[in-house]
């Protein structure tokens, strides 16, 4: 039972902060300013973790200490009084779409026991994602015709009516091609690849598969949420240079180039992941003001055996519009 609570109050301290780092964020939607978007996110998540009753360390963060003024990988966070956790952050995936006011930039954390996360370099990662009705029937090492058959297969359903989702990127001109021939259905997003991985694993969504290139860190985090829910993850690291390849030594991958089923990414054990909306996108709304006060819209979720709350819900909460500004809107 101590259990159960020790770990509600994580999940509720973990939607906390990302409520509050979306909120500081605010200010600079469509201001044209990454760089302080980000700032601002990051500051809010650091000085909140740091509140946390946990042994917390960073594990996917903003950089290497010498690289990121804070939140780097290997910092410590929290009182250093609760449960022993590793965390990875992206404070905004979606700078570009911040700075230009578009859709679909969250805020986002994911924790575990200590040692369960990948430490992903900052690199390319290939991905491949489907949800729980799916199950293990992917295989990132054969070709996306066969994963695309297997897929529809296993949901009853004829290849033209398969969604499969793929970031809009020259890179994945072959890709999406693939897709077309087979005559299934390609939706694009323009940016934030977390939440196309994710969105085959939730039920409101209607995409049975996501595949494409995009960011290492994104990869661990989007498959933390995807072991909770049930679905599967496979990845693969893209090394484009010995300065790559030995990065992934120093941070203790042995084998840079096997491919990575979802327990190599994410190993068994408690986990969580928190994550809100900061411009309104196709899974989150983003903040907004309604009546006086700041609205936020998040997606919280905790694998089976670390809550006795739902897997996932999404939460809409209302904020005091006065007192969140006189925190962070300095502008
Ligand atoms: C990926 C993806 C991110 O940026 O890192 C992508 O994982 C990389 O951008 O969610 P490029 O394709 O332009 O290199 C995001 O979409 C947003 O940070
Ligand atoms: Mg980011
Ligand atoms: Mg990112």
Same mark, same amino acid.
């Given at each position: 039972?101590?259990?159960?609570?020790?770990?509600?109050h %994580?999940?509720?301290?973990?939607? !906390?902060?990302?409520?509050?780092a979306?909120?500081?964020?605010?200010?600079? %939607?469509?201001?044209?300013?990454?760089?302080?978007?980000?700032?601002?996110?990051?500051?809010?998540?650091?000085?909140?973790?740091?509140?946390?009753d946990?042994?917390?360390?960073?594990?996917?963060?903003?950089?290497?200490?010498?690289?990121?003024?804070?939140?780097?990988?290997?910092?410590?966070v929290?009182?250093?009084?609760?449960?022993?956790?590793?965390?990875?952050?992206?404070?905004?995936?979606?700078?570009?779409?911040?700075?230009?006011?578009?859709?679909?930039?969250?805020?986002?954390?994911?924790?575990?026991?200590?040692?369960?996360?990948?430490?992903?370099?900052?690199?390319?990662?290939?991905?491949?994602?489907v949800?729980?009705?799916?199950?293990?029937v992917?295989?990132?090492?054969?070709?996306?015709?066969? !994963?695309?058959?297997a897929?529809? !297969?296993?949901?009853?359903?004829?290849?033209?009516?398969?969604?499969?989702?793929?970031?809009?990127?020259?890179?994945?001109?072959?890709?999406?091609?693939?897709?077309?021939s !087979?005559?299934?259905?390609?939706?694009?997003?323009?940016?934030?690849?977390?939440?196309?991985?994710?969105?085959?694993?939730?039920?409101?969504e209607?995409?049975?598969l996501?595949?494409?290139?995009?960011?290492?860190?994104?990869?661990?985090?989007?498959a933390?949420?995807?072991?909770?829910?049930?679905?599967?993850?496979?990845?693969?690291? %893209?090394?484009?240079?010995?300065?790559?390849?030995k990065?992934?030594l120093?941070?203790?991958?042995?084998?840079?180039?096997?491919?990575?089923?979802?327990?190599?990414?994410?190993?068994?054990?408690?986990?969580?992941?928190?994550?809100?909306?900061?411009?309104?996108?196709?899974?989150?709304?983003?903040?907004?003001?309604?009546?006086?006060?700041?609205?936020t819209?998040?997606?919280?979720?905790?694998?089976?055996?670390?809550?006795?709350?739902?897997?996932?819900q999404?939460v809409?909460?209302?904020?005091?519009?006065?007192?969140?500004?006189?925190?962070?809107?300095?502008?």
């Amino acid at each position: 039972m101590k259990m159960k609570i020790e770990m509600r109050h %994580i999940q509720s301290d973990l939607l !906390n902060i990302t409520q509050h780092a979306a909120l500081s964020t605010y200010p600079y %939607i469509g201001k044209g300013d990454k760089n302080n978007a980000d700032k601002a996110s990051t500051d809010t998540m650091r000085l909140l973790l740091n509140q946390m009753d946990i042994d917390g360390r960073i594990v996917i963060g903003e950089g290497e200490m010498d690289e990121a003024p804070m939140l780097f990988i290997g910092e410590k966070v929290g009182t250093g009084k609760g449960k022993t956790l590793d965390i990875a952050v992206d404070p905004i995936d979606g700078t570009t779409n911040v700075a230009a006011g578009d859709g679909d930039a969250v805020t986002v954390i994911a924790a575990s026991d200590r040692g369960a996360l990948l430490h992903a370099p900052d690199m390319y990662m290939k991905k491949i994602a489907v949800g729980p009705k799916v199950g293990p029937v992917i295989d990132i090492d054969k070709s996306l015709t066969f !994963n695309m058959k297997a897929v529809a !297969n296993k949901l009853g359903k004829p290849l033209s009516d398969l969604h499969v989702m793929v970031q809009d990127r020259d890179r994945h001109k072959d890709l999406i091609q693939e897709i077309r021939s !087979n005559g299934a259905k390609v939706t694009l997003f323009s940016d934030v690849d977390i939440i196309g991985a994710i969105s085959p694993s939730l039920y409101r969504e209607k995409v049975d598969l996501f595949v494409g290139i995009g960011g290492a860190p994104e990869g661990v985090i989007a498959a933390t949420a995807i072991k909770c829910l049930g679905g599967d993850f496979q990845a693969q690291l %893209i090394l484009s240079s010995t300065a790559e390849y030995k990065r992934c030594l120093k941070m203790g991958i042995t084998e840079p180039h096997r491919s990575l089923r979802i327990n190599d990414i994410v190993r068994d054990g408690n986990c969580y992941f928190a994550m809100t909306g900061i411009t309104n996108g196709r899974l989150l709304k983003g903040v907004h003001e309604e009546k006086g006060k700041l609205i936020t819209h998040s997606l919280l979720i905790a694998s089976r055996r670390s809550s006795d709350r739902p897997t996932y819900q999404f939460v809409e909460s209302f904020h005091l519009k006065d007192e969140i500004k006189k925190v962070y809107f300095k502008q």
